[in-house]
C-alpha cells in the first residue's frame, strides 16, 4: 500500500471507476475482445472487469449513477451501507461538483 510522501499516512484506494454505457452486455464484449481483464460480475443493469491495477464498471441509465469507488474503513461513517446484489456494502455522497462518489465497506 503506498503512503502520502507529507504525511506517511496510507492513501486512499480506488476500488472502480463506474461509467455510463447504452448496452452493457456489448460493452462488456467490446472490453474483453480488445483488453486483457476479467470479468468479476454482470447482469443486465451493470457490469464490473477487473484489470492489473482497477476495476471498471459499467451501468445503465437510471439504475445506477456513473461514480467513483473508493474502499474506506470507515464508510458507515459516511452513510448507512446497502447490500449491493454482488455481497458489497457501500454508501453514496455526493462531491462539490455534484459527481457521485460510492464509499465501499472494507471486506475482511
Known amino acids: 500500500m503506498r503512503s502520502n510522501k507529507r504525511t506517511g499516512t ?3 484506494e ?3 471507476v463506474a461509467i455510463e454505457v447504452k448496452d452493457i452486455a456489448e460493452t462488456v464484449s467490446w472490453y474483453t475482445d480488445r483488453f486483457q481483464c476479467e470479468v468479476v460480475y454482470r447482469d443486465n443493469t451493470w457490469a464490473m472487469l477487473e484489470f492489473g491495477n482497477i476495476r471498471l464498471a459499467f451501468v445503465s441509465s437510471g439504475q445506477h449513477p456513473p461514480h467513483l469507488g473508493f474502499v474506506r474503513e470507515d464508510a458507515e461513517e459516511f452513510g448507512t451501507l446497502e447490500t449491493h ?3 458489497t456494502r457501500s454508501t453514496y455522497i455526493a462531491d462539490p461538483s455534484g459527481n457521485a462518489i460510492e464509499l465501499l465497506a ?3
Open 10 to 12: 496510507a492513501l486512499d
Open 14 to 16: 480506488i476500488d472502480h
Open 85 to 87: 446484489r454482488d455481497g
Open 106 to 108: 472494507k471486506e475482511d
